[in-house]
Nanobody, 121 residues
Framework: QVQLVESGGGLVQAGGSLRLSCAASGSFFSINAMGWYRQAPGKQRELVARISRSSNTNYPDSVKGRFTISRDNAKNTVSLQMNSLKPEDTAVYYC???????????????WGQGTQVTVSS
């Protein structure tokens, strides 16, 4: 059983900061890329940040320069530091990870349960 558990969401005023964290637990062989996605009401889920196992990162233009993703491979965790938050950043944020359960298995995408981020104007 593999689980991704997020923490750190909440309510913040525009211009403020929040830090999201996600920890992977359970039995697995390795984790490849990890990422954060978000989904606002009535909108599709979108990529917020992605980080490879070797810590190469990519961000959409909407968050570039404001959000920073990082990971700790020893602890199987990924974090998202969000600065200069805007009301349009309001959404449920989901952690994701490409996980290989066994040496001989392929990778599978796993998702956390989501954490609400609300930015007030």
């Amino acid at each position: 059983q593999v689980q991704l558990v997020e923490s750190g969401g909440g309510l913040v005023q525009a211009g403020g900061s929040l830090r999201l964290s996600c920890a992977a637990s359970g039995s697995f062989f390795s984790i490849n890329a990890m990422g954060w996605y978000r989904q606002a009401p009535g909108k599709q889920r979108e990529l917020v940040a992605r980080i490879s196992r070797s810590s190469n990162t990519n961000y959409p233009d909407s968050v570039k320069g404001r959000f920073t993703i990082s990971r700790d491979n020893a602890k199987n965790t990924v974090s998202l530091q969000m600065n200069s938050l805007k009301p349009e950043d309001t959404a449920v944020y989901y952690c994701s990870a490409e996980i290989r359960r066994y040496v001989v298995s392929g990778e599978q995408d796993y998702w956390g349960q989501g954490t609400q981020v609300t930015v007030s104007s």
